[in-house]
């Protein structure tokens, strides 16, 4: 059974934290080895990459898991879409907005050049189908997202319109598969069209953008929708499901290692390969972690507190604390105590962005759109 207390999952709990340190142990080591790169250093800042695309694949799991609710329970007029998207943007938009705010204060007053076109941040267009622009580059993954529960949704919802007699659900199933399919032809696109010569530029140029990845968060669609309909076939199974997964997660990057598989070399594997077998197996360890016991209460109080504020701090912890950290010359200062610095101010400032933006704001919501 899926451990729950005050209405949180504490196996989603450990998949955030897992996340977000992921994430903030790869950025730490631009403080701590700033100039140097070697296979390890590259292999903590790949994990780093792989904590976003863990955060990509529980929130598709979340989120289709709500909208799967909506679609169990008949919700499928324009107005229950409606709040399922205000309450997706009270979740997301006050924090992210506070922080582009920040990152434009800081430019102003340090008078660097603002990027062209820096409007298009407050509809989330930087990097809907080019590369994300070199400020607030973690707003990367956030347009991914809201496109991702801005387009199919809306599609499902019409689609239902036309086909009232047809099951909800089986409409969520076949539309989420349909967008994975579009997904695909537009990889085909870019490999046929796109030239790559570096890891950073097929980063930059197709894991980063928008159009390429929404299939990471559609993967937790579908994941949820398997779940729940053999949910005692994935609790039986949980550990072998695990296994494998774990297995095609260490295989992938060990078969990089051997083979030396680079993007500019084997730019197939990149596009076709690497990134849809990553999510599926980050996806496969849900079933077991969701079934996770909760342990001591201070790990419990532990993984509890980075999970709820892993949103803050994956706003906060780059383009502000780390290049706020960078900007200013430390000569004196040890790269150690570069990163205790970093991940003090990190939590410090997340901390008091959870507390005063996102919190008043969540309960806002959960008081003005039920659903």
Not at 209 to 225: S, T
Request: proline content about 3%; some cysteine.
């Amino acid at each position: 059974m899926i451990t729950k207390k005050n209405n949180r999952v504490f196996g989603l709990d450990v998949l955030r934290a897992i996340a977000i340190l992921l994430v903030v142990i790869s950025h730490s080591t631009y403080l701590l080895f700033p100039e140097i790169e070697n296979k390890l250093i590259t292999l903590v800042r790949v994990f780093g990459a792989i904590g976003v695309d863990l955060f990509f694949v529980l929130s598709g799991f979340l989120i289709g898991g709500i909208l799967l609710k909506l679609m169990n329970s008949y919700k499928t007029n324009f107005s229950d879409l409606l709040i399922f998207w205000k309450r997706r943007w009270l979740r997301t938009i006050p924090n992210y907005t506070v922080v582009l705010i920040v990152n434009l204060l800081i430019f102003y007053l340090l008078k660097e050049p603002l990027v062209s076109d820096i409007g298009l941040y407050l509809l989330f267009l930087q990097n809907i189908i080019t590369a994300h622009p070199d400020f607030f580059t973690e707003a990367w993954s956030l347009s991914i997202e809201e496109y991702a529960y801005l387009v199919l949704p809306l599609i499902l919802y019409v689609i239902i319109v036309f086909f009232k007699k047809r099951s909800p659900t089986k409409m969520f199933l076949w539309t989420t598969i349909a967008f994975i399919f579009l997904g695909v032809l537009l990889k085909i696109n870019f490999y046929n069209t796109v030239e790559i010569h570096s890891y950073k530029e097929w980063s930059s140029l197709f894991r980063k953008v928008v159009i390429y990845r929404l299939d990471a968060i559609y993967v937790g669609f579908l994941l949820v929708y398997f779940f729940r309909k053999y949910t005692s076939v994935f609790i039986e199974y949980k550990k072998t499901i695990a296994v494998i997964g774990l297995f095609i997660f260490f295989m992938l990057h060990i078969s990089i290692a051997i083979f030396y598989l680079e993007p500019q070399k084997n730019l197939a594997f990149y596009v076709f390969v690497y990134l849809q077998l990553l999510v599926i197996s980050l996806g496969m360890i849900f079933p077991y972690v969701l079934e996770l016991k909760v342990p001591l209460c201070w790990i419990k109080k532990t993984i509890e507190y980075l999970s709820t504020r892993s949103y803050a701090i994956y706003l906060i912890n780059y383009s502000i604390v780390l290049l706020g950290i960078q900007r200013v010359s430390f000569v004196t200062m040890d790269g150690l105590v570069k990163v205790l610095l970093f991940c003090v101010l990190t939590l410090t400032l997340s901390e008091m962005m959870y507390r005063f933006v996102e919190l008043p704001i969540l309960r806002y919501r959960n008081k003005k759109y039920k659903q």
